[in-house]
């Protein structure tokens, strides 16, 4: 099967502007969960979505956002970018079908550099 | 709230010792699952292990051993006979029952193995 794949792998922005990430989850996944890793803060969830519907969602302004399309795929988007935003943001899978928690399979990440 | 907390930042080790990365975690869940994760230079999150709360069993799996004590809140790590290969960083994550796929990650270890 093929992995988690996540669209582009670099990005160079500046402040102000709008960004769109994207990211496939392995076939027949349903669940898709973004997570932003910075040095100074770490891991961090950002928010899953699952059949198309945000199911839970971390601390973050909500200049941060997404969807799920219906094949599973999924984008995320940060708008009015800030220096902070500068990380590199993991796109995770899983083939959750319940209320439990799944094992979670990443994809290699797109690393934002903000200007 | 969930915490995981690695205490050692970093870690060097000549090949071939033995190294255990610690892991000690909080929460309030009764049942909860707790993961191991591999990040290598490329930056990609590799999956090692997962385990419930429910199963306090030692796991082994080559040279990787994983020691869980729910007295202690620990889920401890440990690499025989390491190898150059073994140099990453390592994160330990913890999720709640109820909690979906929302991963609390610790800080991560970076683990340095000398030739």
């Known amino acids: 099967k093929a992995g988690v794949t996540q669209t582009p792998r670099y990005l160079i922005k500046t402040r102000g502007q709008q960004v769109t990430l994207s990211c496939s989850p392995i076939s027949g996944h349903r669940s898709v969960s973004w997570y932003q890793q910075t040095p100074g803060q770490g891991l961090q969830f950002l928010f899953e979505y699952f059949s198309e519907t945000q199911r839970n969602k971390g601390n973050f302004p909500g200049r941060f956002s997404g969807r799920q399309f219906s094949n599973s795929r999924s984008e995320m988007n940060v708008s009015t970018l800030e220096l902070g935003d500068s990380a590199l943001y993991l796109c995770a899978s899983s083939g959750l079908a319940g209320g439990s928690t799944d094992t979670q399979y990443f994809g290699p990440g797109t690393r934002l550099t903000v200007l | 709230a969930q915490k995981v907390t690695q205490a050692q930042t970093e870690i060097s080790v000549v090949e071939k010792e033995d190294v255990t990365l610690d892991c000690v975690y909080e929460?309030?869940?009764?049942?909860?699952?707790l993961f191991w994760y591999k990040q290598p230079p490329s930056g990609e999150l590799v999956f090692l292990i997962r385990r419930n709360s429910f199963d306090e069993q030692n796991e082994i799996s080559g040279r990787y051993s994983w020691n869980f004590q729910k007295s202690t809140s620990s889920f401890n790590f440990t690499i025989t006979a390491s190898q150059v290969v073994d140099s990453a960083v390592y994160f330990c994550a913890l999720s709640g029952y109820n909690a979906g796929n929302m991963l609390t990650f610790g800080g991560g270890t970076r683990l340095m193995v000398k030739p």
């Open positions: 929460t309030r869940d009764t049942t909860y699952y």
